[in-house]
């Protein structure tokens, strides 16, 4: 037996909307503003009920009470982690875009709550942007994610990329030296063999403190390791110190790991953390 919706059932309304054995009655007006393509389904009554109606399948009653909060003026039950996909499914299935939005903009605000469902969301609704920044916060720990099954959902060409992206990371930490960043420099200082002493221990104690724990260090600390401030003071070599941490070094650092990028949600903190990334083709 069908039961009516506590939520979404309008004494006025002009149709029917048939989920989960749930009756839904709404307004054709709201509907036709906010979720036309649903009125492409619309099927007429019978004897017993002379309201038109539209029967969705493949979602819950749940979902649709908070498909039509979004849509109505009346209620606004936000989306939740349990009910965002069939939501974005729902909207890309019938073109409603103000449930659509409404899901991407739970997506990017909590995106860092649950880094591998929103990358599996971004992939599945083509949401380029989150995309790209998921896939920074997954590739941080991808060892770990990589355990989930939620990873074993993903299409295998992503799967391939992402561990494509990271063993590219783990084979550059494997060629650390401090050789790589000072063997080409060139001192503008007027005593470089004194700064190029103190860069060597600088950049020596950062190799090493990477490689004393590989395993155990992110991409992101990686990179706060190498590319954080060098402070040496070297007479008349203010500019020679300033340019080897500003262009140097983060040139050589980028050579040997590809590039990094911060989080755009992150974007105005003092330091933000910088990760490595793929890009979704649009």
């Known amino acids: ?10 004494p006025d309304g002009d149709i029917l909307i048939i989920v989960d054995n749930t009756i839904f009655r709404a307004h054709k007006i709201i509907l036709k503003m906010a979720a036309p393509t ?24 749940s979902v649709m009470d908070i498909a039509l909060s979004i849509i109505y003026p009346r209620y606004f039950i936000m989306p939740t982690w349990e009910n965002i996909d069939s939501l974005l499914s729902l909207a890309s299935n019938y073109v409603i875009n103000k449930i659509y939005v409404a899901g991407v903009t739970f997506l990017y605000h909590n995106f860092k709550k649950n880094p591998l469902d929103a990358f599996y969301l971004a992939d599945k609704y083509k949401l380029s942007f989150l995309f790209e920044e998921t896939s920074k916060l997954v590739l941080d720990h991808l060892p770990k994610y990589k355990e989930d099954p939620t990873f074993q959902k993903l299409p295998l060409e992503i799967q391939s990329a992402l561990i494509a992206r990271h063993m590219s990371y783990v084979h550059s930490l494997a060629e650390l030296s401090v050789n790589h960043f000072l063997s080409t420099y060139h001192h503008t200082c007027n005593n470089p063999s004194f ?24 991409p992101s600390k990686v990179w706060t390791i190498m590319l954080s401030h060098i402070n040496i ?35 105005d903190e003092e330091n933000p953390k910088y990760y490595i990334y793929i890009s979704r083709n649009k």
């Open 1 to 10: 037996m069908s039961k009516r919706s506590d939520l979404h059932y309008y």
């Open 38 to 61: 649903l009125l492409n389904h619309e099927q007429q009554g019978n004897e017993g009920n002379e309201l038109p109606f539209i029967n969705i399948p493949d979602i819950s009653a």
């Open 195 to 218: 700064h190029n002493k103190q860069l060597n221990q600088e950049i020596e104690s950062r190799v090493l403190s990477i490689l004393d724990q590989p395993s155990n260090i992110t």
């Open 233 to 267: 003071n070297v007479s008349d070599g203010t500019d020679c110190n300033s340019y080897f941490m500003s262009d140097h070094l983060t040139k050589k650092f980028n050579i040997m790991f590809g590039d990094f990028k911060y989080l755009e949600i992150d974007k």
